[in-house]
């Protein structure tokens, strides 16, 4: 924190006080803006508000101030390492995921991912959209084995341009 940031903190919390009995008031006020330069803005604002709730009728001492900037860095400090450990076990407990996702088979993998995918489907396009199904989805699904399904006979040429054809002319239409 700047000076002039500091010297308007002080002048902040002396305005608060409605009677002052300082001795000399200028050594005070260059005494906590050199002290409040040390520290961060946001430091200095909660040290200033924490002073003043602790001695509600007089005007703070600078090892008051001094005491309650020391303070909020500490709860500052003890929240950055809290931080750190929490980081830690994440990293942590994704290593040991990975380890564990190494050892899962391939197929269950790919059902995962199926899924997934169709839950995100569902989620963007709406219930009421169709599904599109795979070949080994509409197998499950009739119970077809893969002789039967080798013996449907392909749609025929062109059949799904037409359908696109038509189905733009539609969405056209309903523009208009």
Do not use: N
């Amino acid at each position: 924190m700047g000076r002039k940031e500091a010297a308007i903190l002080v002048k902040r919390m002396m305005a608060c006080y409605p009677s002052l009995s300082l001795h000399d008031p200028e050594v005070y006020i260059a005494e906590l803006v050199m002290l409040l330069t040390r520290h961060p803005l946001d430091v200095g604002e909660k040290a200033i508000e924490k002073a003043k709730f602790e001695s509600p009728k007089f005007l703070p001492t600078v090892p008051e101030v001094a005491k309650a900037c020391d303070g909020i860095r500490q709860e500052g400090w003890s929240y950055a390492q809290e931080f750190e450990a929490q980081s830690r076990r994440q990293l942590e407990d994704r290593r040991r995921r990975e380890l564990e996702d190494e050892r899962e088979p391939v197929e269950y993998r790919r059902q995962a991912a199926e899924r997934i995918l169709a839950e995100y489907h569902a989620a963007v396009l709406g219930p009421t959209s169709p599904t599109i199904e795979t070949a080994a989805m509409v197998k499950a699904k009739y119970g077809l084995t893969d002789q039967q399904w080798d013996a449907l006979p392909d749609s025929p040429k062109g059949h799904w341009q037409s359908i696109g054809h038509r189905a733009r002319r539609f969405m056209k239409e309903a523009a208009e």
